[in-house]
């Protein structure tokens, strides 16, 4: 289980998404997950590195 989960709100943000996903996986801890929340139905999705 990672010791942080990292919660990223998504809506209306399509053109920022890749570099806050790409900032993300760019960092040197790498003990962490991130979950995508938002849309119009609320749905949380983990992104898998």
């Known amino acids: 289980m990672p010791a942080v989960s ?25 003990d962490f997950e991130v979950w995508l929340r938002g849309g119009r139905d609320r749905r949380m999705q983990k992104n898998s590195r």
């Open 6 to 30: 990292v919660i990223v709100p998504v809506y209306n943000i399509k053109a920022l998404l890749p570099r806050c996903v790409a900032s993300l996986q760019a960092q040197t801890w790498q």
